[in-house]
């Protein structure tokens, strides 16, 4: 996210993304835990929003469930049944699949961090309780079509706000 912040500082347009190959400094969740981010398996991401102030809270209020909600309809369209688990996490069969969180600076622009495990061997880091799509599904997974698919199923409730 700090790419993304210096991109904001720039000036960069509204619906600017920021894609990663890994993370190399991953943020810990609620409950403190790290994990390894494995370089081009995954999906690693800052879409940055550029919002009216006026707009500011409805959108702090939906980005989260929205952008979860997205990751299971792309899920989905892969043969996966995927859940929200509220409020910021998206699990199949009780294991963490992707993960998201969202920054606002007060002055319109939000941050909205995600994280997807698309291709990873989830199943040889024990250390946390996770799955890829590629381990849910059976198969690889086209990691740009996974993340068009999911931008797709984002934009519109988006558009709502």
Same mark, same amino acid.
């Given at each position: 996210m700090n790419i993304a912040q210096r991109e904001i500082d720039e000036g960069?347009?509204?619906? !600017?993304?920021? =894609?990663?190959?890994?993370?190399?400094? #991953?943020?810990?969740?609620?409950?403190?835990?790290?994990?390894? @981010?494995?370089?081009?398996?995954?999906?690693?991401? !800052?879409?940055? =929003?550029?919002?009216?102030?006026?707009? #500011?809270?409805?959108?702090?209020?939906?980005?989260?469930?929205? @952008?979860?909600?997205?990751?299971v309809l792309t899920c989905q369209s892969e043969g996966i049944e995927a859940k929200v688990k509220w409020p910021n996490d998206v699990w199949v069969n009780n294991k963490k699949i992707s993960g998201m969180i969202v920054r606002h600076d007060g002055l319109g622009n939000f941050q909205l961090g995600i994280g997807i495990n698309i291709n990873s061997d989830m199943a040889s880091q024990t250390s946390i309780n996770a799955v890829s799509v590629r381990e849910a599904c059976g198969r690889r997974v086209d990691r740009e079509k996974f993340l068009a698919n999911y931008l797709l199923s984002l934009e519109n409730p988006l558009k709502q706000v």
């Open positions: 960069c347009p509204h619906g !600017t993304i920021v =894609l990663a190959e890994e993370q190399t400094r #991953a943020q810990a969740g609620l409950e403190s835990r790290t994990w390894n @981010s494995l370089p081009q398996e995954n999906l690693y991401m !800052t879409l940055i =929003l550029r919002i009216h102030k006026d707009s #500011a809270l409805q959108v702090m209020s939906c980005l989260e469930p929205c @952008s979860a909600l997205s990751v």
